[in-house]
């Protein structure tokens, strides 16, 4: 497995805060010092196959989850339905891996991501997973890279 270069931690906030900037014209904020206290409705996963093995969640609660999805397919928050946030948050998932996989990575890399995947259980902070919390208009959402043992 190769290993993760530079500061991991910076590229994927900078993969999070450019991926919502660019699809959503939104600005979450990295809040690592606030408790994330949400109750997570949508959970998706995506696996990093090559050369990593791990994977990268999104979690959030129904209403952030909307707003964002609203926001994104410019539609008011009560037309949205499950489904929709399910694809938005997909797109969303897939642009962050592919931007922190880019920047951690040497320049002459190539990597290989799975298909995002509509998650039961989001993990929480401990060995194998790095949780990254933010906020956005009064609201949370959390990045987790859950790291597989080889």
Known sequence: MTALSGDF???????VLETFENLAFMEPEFS??????????F????????????SIQIAMDEDLGKLITATIWSRQKDSVDEQMCRDALAEL?????????KAVLPADQTFQLGLPEISEGCCAAGSDCKVFDFSLN???FRIALVVSES
Do not use: W
Not at 9 to 15: E, F, G, P, R
Not at 32 to 41: G, M, R
Not at 93 to 101: H, S
């Open 32 to 41: 690592p010092d606030k408790e994330f206290v949400a109750e997570v409705t």
């Open 93 to 101: 998932l897939n642009t962050i891996a592919g931007r922190f996989m």
């Open 138 to 140: 009064g609201g949370m």
């Open 43 to 54: 959970c998706c996963s995506l696996a990093i196959r090559t050369p990593l093995q791990c």
């Open 9 to 15: 931690q910076k590229a994927l906030v900078a993969a």
